[in-house]
């Protein structure tokens, strides 16, 4: 998929398999984080995850490991409807499936050209029939689709899915980021508030879930908002990526990445040095970066979503 707010539509810079980093590196990580760094929750997500072959077994390598809290996948949905299953009987704690519109034409348009809401809609009916815990992504764009934001309430309502929406973030490889565009969570609560009979009532949530939860007034549903545009949460943010080439980001926003898939291979470091290079690469997170982005200064040097995983 090519989603627009994104992907790039064209020149995707596709990785060699050889630059990759291999199940048993991404586990070898994985075990360094959690059990001598702190580390209690891991989310796969991407590109897209499920075109990974046997991806269940990294599922199952990770979620063995001990005091590790939760394995989660973000997907796109379109490949994993038949791999449920397995991926729960691997250890899958939950899913977040992601999904911006339920009319097909709209889909076809925001996902690139892509026919595929059927599949996703397949691909959420199987993950709720197996008692997955379910999270349906959705990114809210003005002029694109902020006119379904009640239809994914009831949605939510009508499932038991936690619905997410996430404001549009200045990480798109289309270059069509303008604050115009974000819908902010403000604005999402205020509409939902006018439009809807039941109110919007706060979960308290840990706070460095990026998602503000609420629930409406007769308990039924749960909506999460992720502000990070409007109300940016950097100080409580504890969260760090790894990409698929080994890079370790401390921040969505920020361009500096360290090459852990070197120290894994070249130089065959022991693990006491790999964390010592991640304990050093932690000092360098930079503070509160978002404030700066909003000034649009940095907008050309920015990261794009579908290298670094959201
Ligand atoms: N391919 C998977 C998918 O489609 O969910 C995983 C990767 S995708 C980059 C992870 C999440 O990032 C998705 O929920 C997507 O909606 C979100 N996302 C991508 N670009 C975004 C942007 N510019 N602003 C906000 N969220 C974005």
Redesign the pocket.
């Known amino acids: 998929?090519r989603?627009v707010?994104?992907m790039p539509s064209n020149n995707a810079n596709w990785l060699d398999q050889e630059n990759l980093l291999s199940y048993e590196q991404i586990t070898r990580l994985a075990k360094i984080f959690v059990l001598s760094l702190g580390i209690e929750k891991i989310k796969i997500?991407?590109?897209?995850?499920t075109i990974r072959r046997n991806v269940e077994n990294l599922v199952k390598s990770l979620s063995s490991i001990e005091g590790l809290r939760s394995v989660s996948m973000?997907?796109?949905g379109l490949l994993i409807k038949d791999k449920i299953k397995i991926l729960k009987d691997s250890g899958l704690e939950s899913l977040?499936i992601?999904l911006d519109t339920f009319k097909p034409d709209r889909f076809k348009a925001m996902s690139g050209g892509i026919d595929g809401l059927y599949k996703v809609m397949d691909a959420i009916k199987s993950a709720l029939d197996e008692n997955l815990m379910l999270k349906i992504?959705t990114?809210i764009m003005r002029g694109w689709n902020d006119d379904e934001i009640l239809q994914f309430v009831k949605f939510s309502r009508e499932t038991g899915c936690t619905v997410k929406f996430?404001?549009?973030?200045p990480?798109?490889g289309t270059g069509i980021?303008a604050e115009e565009i974000v819908v902010s969570k403000r604005e999402m609560i205020d509409k939902i508030n006018k439009d809807f009979i039941h109110h919007l009532s706060p979960i308290n949530n840990d706070k460095s879930d990026p998602a503000r939860l609420y629930t409406f007034d007769d308990g039924i549903g749960v909506i999460g908002f992720i502000p990070s545009i409007t109300e940016p949460f950097c100080q409580n943010c504890d969260r760090v990526r790894i990409t698929a080439d080994g890079k370790l980001y401390t921040c969505l926003f920020d361009k500096s990445s360290y090459n852990l898939k070197d120290l894994l291979e070249e130089e065959k470091k022991s693990d006491d040095e790999i964390i010592k290079y991640i304990r050093n690469s932690m000092q360098k997170k930079p503070e509160g970066i978002i404030k700066i982005i909003r000034t649009k200064l940095l907008r050309p040097t920015l990261n794009t979503?579908?290298t670094i995983?959201?």
Do not use: H, K, R
């Open positions: 998929m989603c707010y994104c997500t991407g590109g897209e995850p973000t997907t796109n977040n992601s992504n990114v996430i404001e549009f973030m990480l798109d980021w979503m579908n995983g959201g």
